[in-house]
């Protein structure tokens, strides 16, 4: 018996099969939530307090009620030493996946224009 795996059963292994379910998007709340305030301990406050916000603003992004404005990505970026355009892209993604999955039968159903010929 062999002990070596053929690369076309190893491309198996990792291709999604039909019973495997897709992610939910990402919102960007959870992000901030789970990978800047839970790791380092800030409450929504704290952040409302450093960004100049009202604190209801992060509590509602963190509890994904509401998403994140360029205005309120300019002040992460800066509080929390990433780009502004890391916190928009978070949300263009998550608004682009959710819309997708609402209404990805009537995007199918328009035809693309032709190419023109140059």
Known sequence: MSDTISITTLRQ????????GRLAPLHPG?????EFMVPLKLS?????????LPRSRIERIVKEE???????ALRLARYFGTSHQFWLNLQADFESET?????GPELAR?????????
């Open 110 to 118: 328009i035809e693309p224009l032709p190419a023109v010929a140059a």
């Open 13 to 20: 292994a990792f291709e999604v099969g039909e019973d495997v």
């Open 66 to 72: 509401i998403g994140i404005s360029t205005d309120t």
């Open 44 to 52: 929504a406050g704290a952040v409302a307090k450093a960004l100049g």
């Open 30 to 34: 959870e992000f901030l939530r789970e």
């Open 99 to 103: 819309l997708l999955s609402e209404i």
